[in-house]
């Protein structure tokens, strides 16, 4: 197992400090940047021995998938390739709950389709770039569209594409109040990535008292032989130099 943290640039050197393998920050970050900025982030993570494997929150809320032309979103998805590529990153997250959302006056079997179809492509340029895409389950507070871990293993095997994979984030789990028996459904080598936070409605970072369920997961994840990339995607209350060491802590549990 591997542990990495969802951050922003001016965290990196804490994370690395606290000991966690490596960063998975928010595209939106960076898109922003041009070359040379670019440049020097990837100069500071050398100069520190940290690392970005992959990234997170791949669309802004500005943009539909429905309502946007599929040329549009290619050409914004491929800055997002080669911002990663840019880092030596191998997978970026689509969770974007907001620009996935079906439309409440469109049918949703069209735009199902509209989806698929897109991610198909999406995934297939992004193989050009050596990056996977990983689906996020999100609750229902976020977004109408793939919520459940089924959904999502679902959606993966209807697509049959070896570039896309299947996330769970435990967060988003807790919140649906899904069942572990889900888990029972995923075949060998689909489930390819992992989130999680504190299993409380605040979504902070982990501490002492999540123990046990953070050990039931952590049991989960052993018994389908998961070996994969664990990131701690949470909010920070108490601040995350306040918070981080304690959350790392709680994490060694899946090592």
Not at 118 to 132: E, P, W
Request: aromatic residues 12%; proline residues 2%.
């Amino acid at each position: 197992m591997q542990l990495g943290i969802c951050c922003g640039t001016d965290q990196f050197e804490t994370a690395k400090r606290t000991g966690f393998d490596y960063a998975e920050p928010s595209v939106q970050t960076f898109r922003c940047m041009n070359n040379n900025e670019l440049k020097n982030v990837r100069k500071n993570l050398d100069d520190i021995g940290f690392r970005i494997d992959g990234f997170n929150c791949f669309f802004s809320g500005d943009v539909s998938l429905y309502c946007d032309s599929a040329d549009s979103i290619v050409e914004y998805a491929k800055r997002n390739f080669e911002i990663a590529n840019c880092f030596d990153s191998d997978y970026c997250v689509i969770g974007s709950g907001r620009a996935r959302s079906i439309p409440v006056d469109m049918e949703r079997e069209k735009a199902e389709y509209i989806f698929m179809s897109l991610v198909n492509s999406l995934a297939d340029t992004g193989a050009g770039f050596g990056i996977k895409l990983y689906i996020e389950p999100l609750n229902y507070n976020e977004t109408n569209y793939i919520n459940t871990l089924s959904d999502a293993i679902r959606m993966k095997r209807e697509l049959n594409n070896c570039n896309v994979g299947c996330l769970v984030d435990f967060f988003h789990f807790f919140k649906n109040k899904e069942n572990y028996s889900e888990f029972d459904l995923l075949r060998e080598g689909e489930l390819t990535h992992v989130h999680l936070a504190r299993p409380n409605d605040d979504r902070d970072a982990p501490v002492k008292e999540d123990c046990i369920i953070l050990s039931e997961w952590s049991n989960i994840l052993k018994k389908l032989n998961y070996n994969g990339r664990i990131s701690l995607e949470c909010l920070w209350k108490n601040g995350m130099e306040n918070s981080i060491e304690e959350a790392f802590e709680q994490l060694s549990v899946f090592l």
